[in-house]
């Protein structure tokens, strides 16, 4: 299972901080990222752990501005997003993945929803 939180509605330039809580996954052998989606759009993959090692594989519309990563202990993704703009607005959801098989956003959750006002 996988649980979103901590989406919102924010300014141009503001930051937010989205948190993934993993269940009934092996950290080990699952890979994590998040994609999002807007209405009337496709899916677009926006970040993603390729290896459990810390490679990552980042679409280039948010290189630079979002990161992600991971508190094994915790069992929680992240996804910290900075520098925001209205076409970051979207549902993000977070997404799991056999490690053998990364980035295809294969398991995912609810969803939570970031709004970028201009």
């Known amino acids: 299972r996988l649980v979103e939180s901590g989406g919102g509605l924010v300014q141009r330039g503001g930051s937010l901080r989205l948190s993934c809580e993993v269940s009934g996954f092996t950290l080990n052998d699952y890979v994590f990222g998040w994609f999002r989606q807007a209405p009337g759009k496709e899916r677009e993959g926006v970040v993603c752990f390729l290896t459990n090692d810390g490679l990552i594989n980042v679409t280039d519309s948010v290189r630079g501005r979002f990161a992600i990563s991971r508190h094994n202990s915790k069992r929680i993704i992240y996804l910290q997003m900075n520098s925001l703009q209205p076409e970051d607005t979207a549902r993000y959801f977070c997404?799991?993945?056999?490690?053998?098989?990364?980035?295809?956003?294969?398991?995912w959750g609810r969803g939570t929803q970031v709004t970028v006002s201009s």
């Open positions: 997404s799991a993945d056999p490690r053998h098989r990364p980035c295809r956003f294969a398991s």
